[in-house]
């Protein structure tokens, strides 16, 4: 079926969405003196960069690219590891360089255009910087307002998904996070989300808060892209068995609720997006799936996410990390 592109609601809704569950604190643990200071001069920062014109912030990101590229060699050698699994012996070592550095200039360049992003993108003509592909089972999702789980990965503008979803429908949307554990900074960076209409909820207890929120039709944004921690299914990434959250195929299969997935990248041009949101997984898909078989599901979504846009990855995590080794090829 073919995708459409339906226009932005509002940004300002006559009636604001009804939040199933009580506001909360989303903040680090770190306080005192010395985060205070940390948190002055990063706003600092934050606010120049805010006002830098275009090809000064995508000059000084490639130079920062560079920098850290050679010097922080564990970040980049777990990336060259990382781009070597995903793309095969296909991937030569100049493109597997060309790929560190670009997933080095992503990552600053969208903390610079991030700082930039309330100030240069209207919120009430979204339409002006979007170009929407929303699938019709996602369509319907909404249509329905039956609650879903939102799955992404750290690929292109995953920060502006926080503001175009809710504008599409998915309402009341809230976000996973884990804070920053500069405290003051923490609190800075909830009100700064919070204000694009979305409320975030912390990692720690977050599986009772989420029942709630499915429950009640809302949507729970998760990006799964990263290696887990705690209480993990191992399913294959790439190819490569890695720790996965178990979390989503128990809710999944426990509320009933669809899975949607997409992605928001960026088109070249500062400020100026493509939202695409590719797939619904219905209840019925996974009802006799394991968590474990629920994960390899989602991961396959999050390959096609990350390879559709390579050079907009976050490739700098150590995604195989404490994962068993994959099997050894036999000798030909």
Excluded at 24 to 44: F, T
Excluded at 260 to 284: D, H
Aim: glycine share 6%; proline share 9%; net charge positive.
């Amino acid at each position: 079926m073919a995708e459409r592109a339906p226009p932005f609601a509002p940004a300002r809704a006559a009636a604001p969405p009804t939040w199933p569950i009580p506001w909360q604190e989303v903040s680090g643990d770190r306080d005192g003196a010395l985060a205070w200071l940390e948190y002055a001069l990063v706003r600092a920062a934050l606010g120049v960069a805010a006002w830098m014109p275009d090809p000064f912030q995508a000059g000084l990101a490639g130079a920062l690219a560079r920098l850290a590229r050679a010097l922080d060699r564990r970040h980049s050698d777990a990336a060259r590891a990382f781009i070597a699994q995903a793309l095969g012996p296909a991937a030569g070592e100049r493109r597997r360089e060309e790929l560190v550095l670009a997933a080095w200039r992503h990552l600053f360049l969208g903390a610079l255009r991030g700082a930039a992003f309330e100030r240069r993108v209207d919120l009430d003509d979204l339409d002006a910087h979007c170009e929407i592909h929303v699938h019709p089972d996602a369509q319907r999702v909404i249509d329905e307002r039956r609650g879903a789980l939102f799955v992404s990965a750290h690929v292109g503008a995953w920060e502006a998904v926080l503001a175009l979803a809710p504008r599409l429908g998915f309402e009341p949307f809230y976000v996973v996070s884990r804070p920053p554990r500069n405290r003051p900074l923490s609190r800075y960076a909830q009100a700064k989300r919070e204000r694009l209409g979305v409320r975030l909820i912390p990692r720690h207890g977050a599986v009772e808060a989420m029942s709630e929120i499915l429950a009640a039709g809302g949507y729970v944004a998760l990006l799964l892209d990263q290696r887990a921690r705690r209480r993990t299914v191992l399913a294959p990434f790439f190819g490569r068995p890695a720790h996965c959250e178990r979390v989503p195929g128990v809710l999944a299969r426990r509320l009933r609720v669809p899975i949607a997935f997409g992605a928001c990248y960026e088109t070249g041009k500062p400020f100026r997006y493509e939202l695409r949101v590719t797939r619904v997984v219905w209840p019925e898909e996974i009802e006799r799936a394991s968590p474990a078989e629920v994960a390899a599901l989602v991961n396959s979504e999050l390959e096609r996410m990350i390879l559709a846009r390579p050079e907009q990855y976050f490739w700098l995590h150590e995604r195989y990390k404490k994962a068993p080794e994959p099997p050894a090829k036999p000798a030909e």
